[in-house]
């Protein structure tokens, strides 16, 4: 900080009033930025202002001075205030909004040097964001929070832009699992917890997402009142079943968002208990290298959500994303989605009607969020209105076949009856919204505008006025052109002079000579114009703005009472926006499935695993742009004959990491409830899956690309059960050849003896390929090549055995290495092949000259006679005698 600016003092005895109020508004509220209205502008001072000029690249400016150091200050306009605001959340910056609570004129009464009164109306942080410019349409914005009861840990999170609201046991070693699924912008924490070795090391890696708390705010006696009062109940027996530690996660949420809204607690849905068992357990590591809901460059595109993605609402977009985070592990509840996907495949008619529809659903949850907690304006009530109005419609839609009614599955048609219990329950705030909005609404409330005509009697009589007054100044302003003769003359409106009379400078001396402009009142001069009032205006005006404002206010009064009444009927409306997001991801995996040729999967709580002709999703889709095909395989990890766990060898770029990959993906999209790209699948239940594929240093943590897939490792090998998936590729190859070897060679006998998961073990190491002859369990597949003219084809097909080379030089060449190189490359290749029978490695490698400059080659030699003679010959002009006496004369040349 610039060390000549005054920074923030606690005690204040030589400041301005306006900047006493601002100090002690400021101290309340230390840990944030405090954004200080100041007229159309919001004002940081001191240190706030220093940090948000560097973080927004404004300019940093000075007003006055307070003890004798001159005030840093920088702003921001109210009006694109929310831009600013999501850069410095962004940035790790929470920012309290100061705003004036009163009017200016009120604040005068007091005396002329009495400051408007202010106050924080809401402390805006990662986790508690509700405006649709700083969210992500299709992505939930968690705030989180962990606490520790008598040894039992648990997490809490909600979404307040939509009302979801969750909370589940962490078992030991889970936390990092739970976090890496549910991504939370904000991480609540007690203090206490930071140093505890499975708690303090995962929250650090969060960096400012983490907010640590006191202990004290985490108390499970205080957190079960907060809870018990908000919902309204007295037990929290009839949400579920929750321990100590879930009460206190959950209360923790609660206060936390009383604090930041000042009493404001958006609606959200009773909390859902979760057991960790329900769901697919699906480490950090292994989420990011299969790429779910992004790529390893941090794009959406490309990830297998954005592919797979065919839904038409946000809710819905949000919904599925977390079907694909979280893979369920109950084959009864993941058998349910599999028919609701099943009917709309088979029912054409129905899944384009409802597509029809939802493509016109707005956003209704979001809206609900922002009314909660008084964010909100017509615009919101007009998504409420809309949003219920097509819901209401969606089970005839689902129902439809042709122009009769088909029978939906059971679980489908306890969707549809919470929407006809929420067309009961929301009829007459339906008809309410219909009969008070009109069609075009503003985005603010101040805005008016948006009660429809013919809603309320008193507002018409307002706005009548109002309109007539303003035809009124029309023809106000044409009788006086004609009375003064001035042509250009003007009936304008600001802020600062109201209604008033303008004319160019050029006329204000022929203003002068005519009786009506005697009349005039000067009350402005610039430098292109005079500006007047009269009698006339002045009355008008005045009725004009009695009318305006006594519209406004009324429309401001319908607006309040409108929104209560959404607020009032919130959990009926969650509801039904719940059923709609789950309808549309539903009708969408159908579309999904029909445009790509998916099949229904058959999942068992056995430990099955085949799959006929799978495909990768992704990959297929983009070489579909490319117009190619994509090269189906069979994987058959059942043990049954081919092995549980596959060896899988072939050369680089033969498709080896994109087949373990898709065996993983579609497991995932199986066990989310989604046909799967394959010919058939049988997949019993995989309560956690690790994939081990590609691999990179970590040097923020000290750790080499060796050491991360190590400690990746180490964590499968120590968490695998036999339900496990675990995919593994190229296992020690950071390392010496023999030390990699022998890690890979020890990781295969621990999987398939100890952990006895099903497993893909791709390997470079042709040595492995033995173990299949050694061990019960154990098969080897390769990836077909063809050698061709001195290069090879890939055919990316999978097939039992084993492959006896990887192809490296031939896959360089492809690559474009230099030809001196790969002709190198070629000879080491030759020696140490020849090294392999009667000599130790190591001595052939001693006795090639590795590490030495390849021999130049030989400089061309002088042109033989041979070749002179052959060039001074015109070929043409040769007769057969000719020719063969020239054969006779080389011949003699070559002897010498």
């Not at 090269?631 to 549980?644: E, I, T």
């Not at 995989?686 to 240093?697: E, H, I, K, N, P």
């Not at 190590?710 to 995919?727: D, F, G, H, K």
Request: hydrophobic share 45%; with cysteine; net charge neutral.
């Amino acid at each position: 900080m610039n060390r000549e600016l005054a920074t923030a003092p606690i005690e204040t005895p030589a400041a301005t009033p306006m900047m006493a109020q601002y100090l002690a508004i400021k101290q309340a509220h230390a840990d944030y930025l405090l954004f200080y209205r100041m007229g159309d502008f919001y004002e940081l001072f001191f240190d706030d202002a220093v940090a948000a000029s560097a973080a927004l690249d404004i300019a940093l400016t000075k007003r006055g001075k307070h003890n004798d150091a001159d005030i840093a200050m920088c702003g921001v306009p109210v009006h694109s205030a929310e831009a600013y605001l999501l850069t410095l959340i962004r940035k790790g910056f929470k920012v309290a909004i100061c705003e004036q609570t009163e009017d200016p004129a009120e604040a005068k009464k007091r005396g002329s040097k009495s400051v408007v009164a202010r106050a924080v109306v809401r402390v805006v942080t990662p986790g508690t964001l509700t405006e649709d410019q700083l969210l992500a349409a299709r992505r939930h914005n968690y705030l989180a929070a962990i606490a520790r009861v008598g040894g039992a840990t648990a997490l809490a999170w909600a979404d307040i832009s939509d009302g979801a609201f969750h909370v589940a046991p962490v078992e030991e070693g889970g936390l990092s699992h739970i976090l890496a699924r549910i991504e939370p912008a904000e991480l609540l924490v007690p203090d206490v917890l930071m140093g505890d070795e499975a708690v303090g090391p995962t929250v650090r890696e969060l960096g400012p997402r983490a907010t640590i708390l006191p202990a004290i705010k985490f108390d499970s006696a205080a957190g079960e009142r907060l809870l018990k009062t908000h919902f309204g109940v007295a037990a929290l027996d009839a949400f579920g079943s929750y321990g100590r530690a879930e009460i206190a996660a959950a209360g923790v949420v609660l206060s936390y968002l009383e604090l930041t809204q000042k009493g404001k607690l958006p609606a959200l849905s009773p909390p859902k208990a979760e057991a960790p068992s329900h769901v697919m357990t699906i480490d950090a590591a292994t989420r990011r290298n299969l790429e779910l809901v992004e790529t390893l460059a941090g794009e959406t595109a490309g990830s297998l959500l954005s592919t797979i993605d065919r839904t038409l609402t946000s809710p819905g977009g949000r919904e599925l994303c977390d079907w694909v985070l979280a893979p369920l592990t109950d084959v009864a509840a993941i058998e349910a989605r599999l028919d609701g996907v099943s009917y709309f495949v088979g029912n054409a008619a129905a899944r384009d009607t409802v597509r029809g529809v939802l493509r016109r659903m707005p956003d209704m949850a979001r809206a609900l969020g922002r009314l909660s907690v008084e964010r909100g304006g017509p615009r919101d009530l007009g998504a409420v209105r809309e949003a219920l109005m097509l819901a209401f419609g969606l089970g005839e839609a689902v129902r439809r076949k042709g122009d009769a009614l088909s029978v939906v599955p059971p679980a489908l048609q306890r969707e549809l009856l919470t929407i006809d219990e929420g067309e009961r329950a929301l009829a007459s705030l339906l008809a309410k919204l219909q009969a008070t909005l009109g069609p075009d609404l503003p985005l603010f409330a101040r805005d008016g505008g948006f009660v429809a005509v013919g809603a309320h009697k008193r507002l018409d009589e307002a706005r009548g006025l109002r309109d007539d007054a303003r035809r009124v100044i029309v023809d106000l302003e044409a009788r006086l052109k004609s009375e003064t003769g001035i042509g250009s003359l003007k009936v304008r409106h600001n802020n600062v002079l109201g209604y008033h009379i303008e004319i160019t400078a050029a006329n204000a001396d022929k203003l002068k000579t005519t009786e009506a402009g005697r009349s005039f009142i000067h009350r402005q001069t610039t430098a292109q114009a005079q500006r007047f009032t009269n009698t006339e205006l002045s009355d008008l005006a005045s009725r004009i703005a009695d009318a305006a404002g006594e519209a406004l206010a009324i429309e401001l009064s319908l607006f309040d009472e409108l929104a209560q009444a959404v607020r009032a009927s919130a959990a009926a409306i969650a509801s039904v926006a719940g059923v709609v997001a789950r309808i549309d991801v539903l009708a969408a995996l159908a579309e999904l499935a029909v445009e790509e040729n998916y099949v229904r999967p058959q999942v068992r709580g056995d430990l099955s695993f085949k799959i006929s002709r799978g495909r990768h999703p992704v990959v297929e889709e983009a070489l579909k742009r490319q117009a190619q095909g994509f090269v189906a395989n069979d994987c058959d990890l059942s043990g049954d004959g081919r092995g549980r766990l596959w060896l899988l060898t072939g050369p680089n770029m033969a498709g080896k990491s994109t087949f373990l990959r898709q065996n993983a993906l579609i497991t995932i999209l199986a066990q989310a409830g989604s046909f799967v790209p394959a010919a058939a699948a049988e997949i019993g239940i995989v309560d956690r899956l690790f994939s081990r594929v590609g691999a990179a240093d970590d040097l923020a943590r000290g750790r080499s690309t060796f050491m991360v897939e190590m400690v990746e490792t180490a964590a499968i090998l120590n968490q695998a059960t036999e339900r496990s998936l675990v995919i593994l590729d190229e296992i020690g190859r950071g390392t010496a050849t023999f030390d990699g070897l022998s890690i890979a060679w020890a990781t295969v006998e621990q999987l398939n003896r100890v952990n006895r998961s099903r497993s893909l073990f791709a390997t470079h190491y042709h040595e492995l390929t033995g173990l299949a002859g050694r061990l019960d369990g154990v098969a080897n597949v390769t990836v077909k090549v063809k050698e061709w003219q001195g290069g090879i084809v890939f055919l990316h097909e999978v097939a039992p055995g084993a492959a006896d080379r990887s192809y490296g030089i031939q896959v360089a060449k492809l690559a474009g290495l230099p030809a001196a190189v790969l002709k190198r490359a070629q000879e080491v290749l030759h020696a140490l092949e020849r090294g392999d029978s009667g000599r130790r490695a190591k001595t052939v490698v001693d006795e090639l000259p590795l590490f030495a400059a390849a021999a130049p080659a030989p400089a061309p030699s002088a042109e033989s006679k041979v070749a002179a003679r052959l060039k001074a010959i015109n070929a043409d002009e040769l007769s057969p005698k000719d020719a063969l006496e020239l054969i006779y004369a080389l011949k003699d040349l070559a002897k010498d």
